[in-house]
């Protein structure tokens, strides 16, 4: 009777264990962004240059969410190892992303600058009804460019891609 009571309780553990388990469903949404268009490049008065995106981005996520964004920093001197900040600033709201690339940077006549940012976006869970087991997850926005001048005051944005990524948290 006793082993018959204790594998009973055995059984409802487990199946409590199993019926509890948490699932992610954050990703009911889809994918954060849906297009996502060049708007403007121009100079500003210190020489750097302004980069404006105008894209659409899922309903669900308000717009706070997108205030969020983080420039993480993906290029390095080979010499040194040590980050390179080709990117002055970043914001973005739910309509439109605006980078600033230091004028140190900016191509000149016959040059061109390939421009890769990479921008993390947070998790879902804090912006929505959503929630998912471990650790904060992350959205990552690659965009990937060529910069070049037409004539030294224009520029032109060629080969634009962008795709993005979810990194989940650690359990």
């Known amino acids: 009777m006793f082993m ?3 594998n009973m309780f055995i ?11 948490w699932k ?8 954060t962004f849906i297009s996502i268009n060049i708007d403007k490049v121009e100079k500003d008065a210190s020489g750097n ?4 995106f105008a894209m659409n981005t899922i309903n669900d996520l308000p717009a706070r969410y997108f205030e969020q964004v983080v420039l993480r920093n993906t290029l390095t001197d080979s ?9 002055e600033s970043v914001e973005a709201t739910k309509t439109t992303i ?9 191509p000149g006549p016959g040059e061109v600058l390939n421009y890769a940012p990479l921008l993390n976006f947070p998790d879902r869970e804090d912006y929505v009804d ?4 471990g650790s904060s997850d992350d959205y990552l926005l690659y965009l990937d460019m060529n910069i070049q001048t037409i004539d030294g005051n224009e520029y032109e944005l060629e080969n634009f891609i962008w ?5 989940k948290g650690a359990f």
């Open 4 to 6: 018959r009571t204790k």
């Open 11 to 21: 059984l409802l553990v487990v199946a409590f264990q199993l019926s509890s388990c």
């Open 24 to 31: 992610d469903n954050c990703d009911q949404f889809g994918d």
């Open 49 to 52: 240059l302004i980069i404006e």
């Open 79 to 87: 010499r040194t190892g040590e980050a390179i900040e080709v990117t």
């Open 98 to 106: 605006r980078l600033v690339v230091q004028s140190a940077f900016v």
């Open 130 to 133: 959503c929630s998912h087991p």
């Open 163 to 167: 795709y993005e990524e979810v990194l």
